[in-house]
């Protein structure tokens, strides 16, 4: 199979990650006969301080024009503590989702037991959570109308929602519920918000088509709790724009670490895999990112691709190095090793070169010095 694919290593960590990302894509292009076409692209802070615009039209032509995108991360702190600040590097992010009509954003969070004791909640309220959330993500209150009064004194931001943009998402959402457990739960505010209520009105009238999926409603403070209180009882999660980018970082927590995470935006073109994880400037260049929720979004491309098998064996390769402790700096301060060494790793798992009784002491260990 030949795919062309758009890289936007993006901002702080992106790049390093993105990188080990196609170090796997490559491997397995070289396993399975495929061949992967990668176009570098710009966007974020990297494209502003390169051509003054945080989305080049360059990158969007050749976004419309692939099979897929893999993109690092968006954001750097000269930017977010100035809100003066004309051109910021979200606007770029926000504008390819438009432009490209990136209408759901799809989230799944599961856990690994070897991580639990680095989650916030307590073990037994973790084992077996595995959810999904799909996040309304091109239009509500993210695009409405904004104004600010000539005083800037009084400002506002619009929420609108159409029939049409709650049943696009809605479809995936019912369908990505058949083929789990299906169970639905629609996240809304439909006791103060009108859109919130439109929400619920669509979604009911399409249930019947699905009468496989037993669907449920929950008021977004509610979910916020329900999700730290009791995980494991959501399957698919449904909801707006807004409530979509809080509970999915709220979410993202329960694994144990932001860097495991990764996510898909897909639309009726081509689709965009990410991170979840921010830019991290601390981090960026030292070779300590952890790079797997890159590498996870980069099989969350290659089912896209429909290469299932190829998929699940990335997802095999990082669930070993998790399980055999070859882990970064944000899951293991002490014992931990290079963003580098664990794509390295989980390349080689992938070729099938790693010996069955590992050396650990053979493999690259950073340990840091406690003073
Ligand atoms: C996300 C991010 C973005 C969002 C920002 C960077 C604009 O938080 O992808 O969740 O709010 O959608
Ligand atoms: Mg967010």
Redesign the pocket.
Known sequence: MTKNIVIIEGDGIGPEVTRQSIKILNTIADQFGHEFNYRYCLMGADAIDKTGNPLPDETIESCLNCDGILFGA??HPKYDNDPTAKVRP?QG??KLRKSLQLFANIRPVTTYPSLHHLSPLKTKNIEEVDFVIFRELTGGIYFGKKEIDEAGTRASDDCVYTREEIERIAHLAFKQAQQRRKKLTLVDKANVLETSRLWRRVVKDMASQYSDVELNFLFVDNAAMQIILNPKQFDVILTENMFG?II?DEASVISGSLGLLPSASIGSGSALFEPIHGSYPQAAGKDIANPIGSILSAAMLLEHFGLVKEANLVRTAVNWTLENGFVTKDIDPVNFYFTTTIGELISDFVSDKIPVDVNKGNIELRKSTII
Request: hydrophobic residues 45%; proline residues 0%; glycine residues 14%.
């Open positions: 968006i954001g979200e992010l926000l980018d999915s």
